[in-house]
Every structure is written in structure tokens, then in C-alpha cells.
């Protein structure tokens, strides 16, 4: 006898939906599960065993043959051992299994019975919608995150045996309630940073911009405190961001399944790998660029990493998106973030300006020699920072984080207005940024930066948009020569 349900894998962040079909006929007892099942996969023949004989159903002693379709996509987690046992009783004429037709089933199932949360329920609550499923039953853990999905029915059960309500034509399980959806955290204020107005200012026009900021100074001088502070500046995330980033946290295990408005910030350290830092593997799996998407990465001892891990970084910064490339197939992840990086001058960290730095030229060279000229190309921002007085550090704070996040908002409105809702002055293309309203005296200076500096074209473009993000801060509808001079002076660095 012959039984179907569906279920889903994970494919990256995004889910697939997986047809179950289970055979169940006369023959010596074997249970064999087919279409490029990976270990967990296989090894569900024996969880799905015990969790049926635990809950009171008997495991048919025939010959059991499971078909995973499509059988040319490799599956990989338990999220389909709910699916799985409901087919194999549905076949085997234990439970009428009719009740699930355009429903489908997501669980790991425990040896009680127990039906355990799994990874990407959001993803797959979304894909169900988009085969055009009823609705899609999940773990009590993972429905609240399942629910978010609009569009679709979603229901979660505790254990195997709840299944046995199928008899009664009744679809089993409790209606999910969406998680609710938690404002901001509180994070540290950038009243914190003490003196440093033009590392203020930058950290500023980054957040609203959305420009990339390399800080270069020695240790203590503030740049992991300001770094750290960066998300406190930034708007809450919009509606659809908010399922963006639950989507891939869900997928990829991270955090303690609840949903927030606030930011992601991400913070690899300096020993992690290409694969680590942009995404890669085998099965692929998302790198921390991804897991930063709609927020910020915190790139500490930016010299300290390796040539090829921040060389992977250049793709990215262009395009929002890394494209993983492996024998069984492509993935396109997400990875819009802004990147906050920091470095130390040399590698004693004081810098030429300090007399007790005894590092020799040529050591410095080799230790900025991992920052390509084509990776600072690509970064807008670039500000010295110095060691801040002593009467600074005992003086006030600066502004909050609140007065200068309602800033970057309003200049983020303005954005949104001019080039489309989410977007922000450093995704602008070449042929919008060319329709920015410029003064004869802002792009005169710009001509003479280019030709004293030998700017690249990308450069070029780069500080335009950086000085198009400081008028929205003035909420100036042309950019001035005060706003392209400030532009200038934060290039100035990665220039020389």
C-alpha cells in the first residue's frame, strides 16, 4: 500500500519541499529510505521506529521502502521525521492519513514520541504558502516563528500520538499564535564616546547612509567602543526586514527564537575563514556576512585577518548579495550590512606619531599589506583616530544615541523618497547617483580631489554618495560645497 505526505529541507536559508511517499508491502522486514538522504536523514528509520511503537501504534514487519522527490536534491536535517512516520502508518493502514491532503508535516521526532523543534520553520511555513499547501503543521517550539508567515494555516503538536486524531477527520494540533514582535534592546550609547567629534560624526553619516567605515588608530583610542555603539544610531528594522532577518537566523539555529526589531551585529574574530566569514562549506552554509544582513559587521584588527577572507569581502560590498558556487549546485545569499572595520596603524598598534613605536617602515607595510587598494576602494569612510585628551575623557558626554538616531532617520526618509523605500544613498547606482543635485563649487572640488588623488572611478562615485548622505543630514536638497569638503576629508585617508 502506497502513502504521500510533504514535508521541507533546507536549501541554505530557504526551504524545498519534499514529497514522502511510503510503500509498504509483503517481504522480509527492511526499512530503506531513498533520494540522497544525508546521515540524519537515515538515521530518522530508527527514531521513526521507536517513536511509533511509543506511542501506542504498531511498526508494520514488512518490507518498507521511503522515496524522498525530488530524488536529485540531497536532504539533509530530521525536520521530515513527522512527515515520514505519518506516511508510514498511512500506508501500512495504521491511520487514515486523508485529513493531511494539502497539509504538510515538520518535526524531528524524539524516541518518546516527542515531536522536537528544527531549524528554518519560518522559511518552510513560507515555502508551503508558495507551493500553495492548506497549511503546515510544526513543533510547539517552532510555531510561534512558523505563524509569522501570513497567508497560510499553521498548527503545531507536542508528540507523535496527537496524530491519532486523524481517525476522527480532524486535522490535529493547536492554531499557532505569531511571536510577538519585541522592540529594541537596550544597547550602549554613544554618549559613551567621550571627545572624537570627527569619529562621531562618521559613525553618523555611516548609519545613515549606510556607508562602510574603517577606523585606523592606536589601542584604546575608541574604535571598538564606537563600532559597538553603531546599532544603537540605526533605525529599527521595517516589517519586511524583520522576517528577513528572523528567515535567516531561523535557518541557521542562531539566537534564542525570539523576534526583535533591533539590528543584527555581527563581530567574527580575525582568525575566521573565507568559508566562515562570506559563506561556503559542504552542504553550503551562510557566512557571517549573511547573518549581519539589515545590520552591522564589526570587523576588530581588521589587518589581522587573512588576504583571502577580507578579498572575499569585495563581491559583497557591491552587490548585497555572495553567490556560493559548489559541484551540486548555486546559492544567492543576502548580505546587505554595513561594515565597520578597525585597524591599528602598525603592528605595535601606536603609529609613527608616537615616539615609542619602534616599528620599521617596511613592517608597516607588511602589516597593512592584507588591506588590498581594491577592498579600502570599496570602503567609504576612512578616519584616523587619536588618543583622546585627558580633559576629554573627564568632560561630558556627547550627544545620545537617541538624538542622533532620530537624525539619521529623517535623512533615511529622504533616501526612501528619492530612491525607493529601504534604500539608502550608498546602493544607489551610477545613474541615480548622477541625478543628485550638486552646486557648481561642490563639484568643482570634487574635479580638483580627483585629479590631485588620482581617484578611481569608484572612488569617485563613492564620495559623491558620501557627501549626497551628509546634505540629507543638514536636510539640504542640494549637495554644497561644505557637504562634498566633508565627503573629501573622510576619503582623504585611504587616498594617501
Known amino acids: 500500500m502506497l502513502a504521500e505526505t510533504t514535508s521541507f529541507t533546507l536549501d541554505g536559508i530557504a526551504a524545498r519541499m519534499i514529497r514522502v511517499e511510503v510503500d509498504v508491502h509483503r517481504g522480509l522486514p527492511k526499512f530503506q529510505i531513498v533520494g540522497l538522504p544525508d546521515a540524519a536523514v537515515r538515521e530518522a528509520r530508527e527514531r521513526v521506529r521507536a517513536a511509533i ?3 501506542g501504534f504498531d511498526f508494520p514487519l514488512q518490507r518498507i521502502t521511503a522515496s524522498l522527490a525530488p530524488a536529485d536534491l ?7 521525521d513527522l512527515a515520514l512516520a505519518a506516511a508510514l502508518l498511512g500506508a501500512a493502514g495504521e491511520l487514515c492519513i486523508e485529513p493531511l491532503a494539502g497539509w504538510s508535516l515538520v518535526g524531528e521526532l524524539a524516541l518518546d514520541g516527542t515531536v522536537r523543534p528544527v531549524r528554518g520553520a519560518l522559511a518552510m511555513a513560507e515555502e508551503a504558502r508558495g507551493q500553495g499547501r492548506r497549511g503546515v503543521i510544526v513543533p510547539e517550539a517552532n510555531g510561534p516563528e512558523a505563524a509569522l508567515a501570513e497567508g497560510i494555516s499553521v498548527r503545531t503538536i507536542g508528540n507523535f500520538a496527537e496524530l491519532a486524531g ?6 490535529p494540533g493547536q492554531v499557532a499564535v505569531p511571536a510577538e514582535i519585541r522592540d529594541r534592546d537596550e544597547l550602549p550609547d554613544l554618549a559613551d564616546l567621550r571627545g572624537q567629534s570627527h569619529l562621531r560624526t562618521a559613525v553618523e553619516v555611516a548609519a545613515a547612509g549606510g556607508h562602510g567605515l574603517l577606523m585606523i588608530g592606536p589601542p584604546g583610542a575608541g574604535k571598538s567602543l564606537a563600532a559597538r555603539r553603531m546599532p544603537s544610531v540605526l533605525p529599527p528594522l ?12 531561523g535557518a541557521c539555529g542562531i539566537g534564542d527564537g525570539t523576534v526583535t526589531s533591533s539590528r543584527p551585529f555581527r563581530a567574527p574574530h580575525h ?8 559563506g561556503g562549506g559542504s552542504p553550503p552554509r551562510p557566512g557571517e556576512i549573511t547573518l549581519a544582513h539589515c545590520g552591522v559587521l564589526f570587523l576588530d584588527e581588521l589587518c589581522e585577518f587573512s588576504r583571502p577572507s577580507l578579498e572575499a569581502l569585495r563581491e559583497p560590498l557591491e552587490t548585497g548579495s555572495v553567490t556560493i558556487s559548489r559541484a551540486r549546485g548555486r546559492q544567492a545569499l543576502p548580505c ?9 596603524p602598525c603592528p605595535c598598534g601606536r603609529g609613527e606619531d608616537d615616539p615609542r613605536c619602534r616599528c620599521t617602515e617596511m613592517a608597516a607595510r607588511r602589516y597593512r599589506a592584507a588591506l588590498s587598494g581594491a577592498l579600502v576602494d570599496r570602503i567609504d569612510l576612512v578616519v584616523a583616530v587619536s588618543q583622546p585628551s585627558a580633559e576629554a575623557l573627564a568632560g561630558p558626554g556627547g550627544e545620545s544615541s537617541t538624538a542622533v538616531r532620530e537624525r539619521v532617520i529623517t535623512a533615511r526618509e529622504l533616501m526612501a523618497g528619492r530612491l525607493g523605500e529601504g534604500r539608502t544613498n550608498s546602493g544607489a547606482t551610477p545613474e541615480e547617483a548622477g541625478q543628485f543635485k550638486v552646486t557648481a563649487a561642490a563639484a568643482g572640488l570634487l574635479a580638483e580631489a580627483h585629479q590631485t588623488w588620482r581617484l578611481s572611478g569608484r572612488a569617485h562615485g563613492r564620495i559623491l554618495r558620501v557627501a549626497r548622505t551628509v546634505a540629507d543630514l543638514a536636510g539640504s536638497t542640494a549637495v554644497g560645497e ?3 569638503a566633508s ?7 585611504s587616498a594617501q
Not at 166 to 171: F, I, K, Q, R, Y
Not at 336 to 344: E, G, S, Y
Not at 487 to 493: E, Y
Open 53 to 55: 511503537a511509543n506511542c
Open 74 to 80: 540531497r536532504k539533509a536535517g530530521p525536520a521530515m
Open 166 to 171: 486523524l481517525d476522527s477527520g480532524e486535522v
Open 238 to 249: 521595517s516589517g519586511e526586514e524583520i522576517l528577513e532577518v528572523a528567515r535567516i537566523s
Open 271 to 278: 582568525t575566521v575563514s573565507a568559508a566562515g566569514l562570506v
Open 336 to 344: 546587505r550590512f554595513t561594515l565597520v572595520a578597525a585597524a591599528n
Open 482 to 484: 561644505e557637504h562634498m
Open 487 to 493: 565627503a573629501i576629508q573622510f576619503r582623504r585617508r
